[in-house]
């Protein structure tokens, strides 16, 4: 059995809210999936203050600690989606002030094969094998090809996606061309964009995070008739040399992967210009952003407050040497 490469994962997600919140409903994709190349272990999640669902049943019992190891979420609150990704729900109708949601889990990855790409079917040809045709048999990967909230279907990502599918291209071949193009063309630029910025403005920038150069890459593949999907998820990143790692210092990512008959899903890094691979933790996939936002919910009150998010991913032989990121004042 081929030895794994086990990943040692924390995500922090604190709201310290401008006023109290009165009645709050949310939803989380926080769950890792176990892939045919990733597997999980010792995934626990921790909210304080207790949702209503964990609260205790009878009046004056004792209420267990909300950053308790291994609380598990009611099984009424979590369920899957179209795509098998697990969702969580949970809801606070007491008065609060601040939220404060933690993920852990180690997941252990195994390197994936890389596909012989030259040999893989044209992307004219995998382009109409997807068009719907009455009374043929259609594949998991069709609903990829259609628009979704961020990721529209356009004449300028078509164009964009063309100077990578060239006529005759292999579709792997291309994928892994449009990757570098992405990575070229755009400049990675904190702040330039928000979560709610499209593929079609984000080409436009030619600049913003991991979540645009998906959008773009998408909706370039999925504009020429392509099947592509989003995938969110960690990255492990290394510290400068000589220096320490530091707990919280990084952030979530997000790569795309694309379809083709013979190999299935091919899963390429535009950020970094790499195939996915021992560095990446796979959480959930689905057409782009909106379908995975790792948590977002509905709150009455609150005023304004935004999220402070802190990740950390770490090789276990790493974990006694890790340090905290020094606190702002």
């Given at each position: 059995?081929?030895?794994?490469?086990?990943l040692?994962?924390?995500h922090?997600?604190h709201?310290?809210?401008?006023a109290p919140?009165e009645?709050?409903?949310?939803?989380?994709y926080?769950?890792p999936?176990?892939?045919?190349?990733q597997?999980?272990r010792g995934?626990?999640?921790?909210?304080?203050?207790?949702p209503?669902?964990w609260?205790p049943?009878q009046e004056?019992?004792?209420?267990?600690s909300a950053l308790?190891a291994g609380?598990?979420?009611?099984a009424?609150?979590?369920?899957?989606d179209?795509?098998?990704?697990?969702r969580?729900?949970?809801?606070?109708?007491?008065?609060h002030?601040?939220?404060?949601?933690?993920?852990t889990f180690e997941?252990?990855?195994?390197e994936?094969?890389?596909p012989?790409?030259?040999?893989?079917?044209a992307?004219?040809?995998?382009?109409?094998?997807?068009r719907?045709?009455a009374?043929?048999?259609h594949s998991?990967?069709v609903?990829f090809?259609?628009p979704?909230?961020f990721?529209?279907?356009s004449?300028?990502?078509?164009?964009f996606?063309?100077?990578?599918?060239?006529?005759?291209?292999?579709?792997?071949?291309?994928?892994?061309?449009?990757?570098n193009?992405?990575?070229?063309?755009?400049e990675?630029?904190?702040?330039a964009?928000s979560?709610?910025t499209?593929?079609?403005?984000?080409l436009?920038?030619?600049?913003?995070?991991c979540?645009d150069?998906a959008?773009?890459?998408?909706?370039?593949c999925r504009?020429?008739g392509?099947?592509?999907r989003?995938?969110?998820?960690?990255l492990?990143t290394?510290?400068?040399?000589?220096?320490?790692?530091l707990i919280?210092?990084?952030?979530?990512h997000?790569?795309?992967?694309?379809w083709?008959p013979?190999?299935?899903w091919?899963a390429l890094d535009?950020t970094n210009?790499?195939?996915?691979?021992?560095?990446?933790?796979t959480?959930?996939w689905?057409r782009d952003y909106?379908d995975?936002?790792?948590?977002?919910?509905?709150?009455?009150g609150?005023g304004?407050?935004?999220?402070?998010?802190?990740?950390t991913?770490?090789?276990?032989?790493?974990?006694p040497?890790l340090r905290?990121v020094p606190k702002?004042?």
């Open positions: 059995m081929t030895a794994l490469r086990w040692r994962v924390q922090d997600t709201y310290d809210y401008d919140v009645l709050a409903h949310h939803v989380a926080l769950a999936r176990a892939t045919a190349v597997q999980v995934w626990a999640l921790s909210i304080d203050p207790l209503d669902e609260l049943l004056g019992a004792e209420e267990p308790q609380l598990a979420l009611p009424a609150q979590h369920s899957l179209s795509w098998g990704n697990q969580l729900t949970f809801s606070h109708s007491r008065v002030e601040r939220l404060t949601v933690r993920s997941a252990g990855l195994a994936p094969v890389m012989d790409t030259g040999r893989s079917p992307w004219e040809e995998v382009a109409e094998s997807l719907y045709h009374g043929a048999a998991e990967a609903e090809t259609l979704s909230q990721v529209p279907r004449a300028q990502l078509a164009a996606g063309r100077l990578a599918f060239t006529p005759g291209r292999s579709v792997l071949e291309g994928a892994l061309a449009l990757m193009l992405v990575h070229e063309r755009f990675y630029q904190p702040q964009t979560v709610n499209r593929a079609t403005e984000a436009s920038l030619s600049r913003g995070v979540q150069f959008h773009v890459m998408i909706g370039a504009s020429l392509l099947a592509a989003y995938v969110s998820g960690y492990l290394q510290p400068p040399p000589g220096q320490p790692r919280g210092a990084d952030a979530s997000a790569w795309a992967a694309v083709c013979d190999n299935g091919l535009p210009n790499v195939p996915v691979g021992l560095d990446h933790v959480l959930a689905g909106a995975v936002a790792p948590l977002r919910g509905v709150i009455r609150g304004r407050a935004l999220p402070r998010v802190a990740v991913v770490a090789p276990q032989d790493e974990l040497l905290s702002e004042t």
